[in-house]
């Protein structure tokens, strides 16, 4: 079952901060999220696992809350290089079953 | 560092014809996936091979078949090709559980 993003899309100024959530209905071994520019392949950003931490490199963190079946991406001090379409993968088993991604969220970084 | 390699980059086809895609996944990765994108569209899970062995099947036409190889190379085998198979078509690789690292893709136009 495919999971809920959103926003939809979100237009930022340079420096300011975002939240894009990921929600599912079903149970969930881990969540992904990954970045695609257009055009391009998507870019892994981290991975959630069951437990609720909370992982995070340089401006970009997320939490991952194992009881509502929600991860949110929180993009702080955005930067233009952050432009892009941010989707979160579910799975609800382990090991090598395939993703599914949800619809993604446009995130627009203005100067 | 090796990425995984996917070619061709462009094909097209006409209807009815036969594609075949080959990825080449990153070096001591024991798994690889297939996804598709329609413009626009988020990743549609294609099918995954976990140390050469079918892992997980996602919304794969019947049409359409993979294999991956002795030396870990996977190929994706269209046929009877439609207009609507027409998208990107992207390979990932990772060691089962973790991020994925995607090809450049292949884009397919059939017309």
Not at chain 2, 16 to 37: F, S
Not at chain 2, 51 to 69: L, T, V, W, Y
Request: aromatic fraction near 12%; charged fraction near 20%.
């Amino acid at each position: 079952q495919q999971p809920v993003q959103s926003p939809q899309a979100v237009i930022l100024r340079e420096g300011e901060d975002a939240v894009i959530n990921c929600s599912s209905s079903k149970a969930l071994y881990s969540v992904h999220w990954y970045r695609q520019k257009h055009g391009e392949a998507p870019i892994f950003l981290m991975i959630l696992l069951k437990g609720g931490e909370q992982k995070g490199h340089d401006k970009i963190s997320a939490s991952f809350n194992e009881k509502k079946q929600q991860s949110s991406l929180y993009l702080t001090a955005s930067q233009l290089s952050y432009s892009g379409t941010y989707f979160c993968g579910t799975f609800s088993g382990g090991g090598a079953d395939g993703l599914t991604f949800g619809k993604g969220t446009h995130l627009i970084i203005q100067p | 560092a090796a990425g995984v390699i996917q070619s061709p980059r462009h094909l097209i086809k006409e209807k009815r014809e036969t594609a075949t895609l080959k990825c080449y996944p990153i070096p001591r990765h024991d798994t690889v996936y297939w996804y598709q994108q329609g413009p626009g569209q988020d990743p549609q899970f294609l099918i995954s091979f976990y140390e050469k062995m079918q892992s997980d099947k996602g919304s794969i036409p019947d049409r359409f078949s993979a294999q991956q190889f002795s030396d870990y190379h996977s190929e994706l085998n269209m046929s009877s090709l439609e207009l609507g198979d027409s998208a990107l078509y992207f390979c990932a690789s990772s060691l089962a559980g973790y991020g994925y690292t995607f090809g450049s893709g292949t884009r397919l136009t059939v017309v």
